[in-house]
């Protein structure tokens, strides 16, 4: 009788153990983000320069998009 009630606490103790875990698991703190983890960032650019026809021009290059920003311009002077 004795054997059983010690058995009987032993494996209460275990399952109290194992479920005790489970009731605060530790989480890393994640900061709150506005759109789902998008963030801003700056857009990379390049000044691209030619002469044509004796004028020198500019035009400027999304180096982030892929693809021109300005039309050929004169460089100001």
Same mark, same amino acid.
């Given at each position: 009788?004795?054997?059983?009630?010690?058995?009987?606490?032993?494996?209460?103790?275990?399952?109290?153990?194992?479920?005790?875990? %489970?009731?605060?698991?530790?989480?890393?703190?994640?900061?709150?983000?506005?759109? %789902? %983890?998008?963030?801003?960032?700056?857009?990379?650019?390049?000044?691209?320069?030619?002469?044509?026809?004796?004028?020198?021009?500019?035009?400027?290059?999304?180096?982030?998009? %892929?693809?021109?920003?300005?039309?050929?311009?004169?460089?100001?002077?």
């Amino acid at each position: 009788m004795k054997q059983r009630i010690l058995r009987s606490i032993a494996a209460l103790l275990c399952a109290l153990t194992l479920f005790a875990t %489970g009731i605060a698991p530790a989480y890393a703190y994640t900061p709150p983000s506005d759109e %789902g %983890g998008i963030s801003t960032h700056a857009e990379q650019v390049c000044w691209y320069f030619r002469t044509r026809d004796g004028v020198r021009e500019m035009r400027l290059w999304s180096i982030t998009n %892929g693809r021109w920003i300005t039309d050929w311009v004169p460089c100001p002077e």
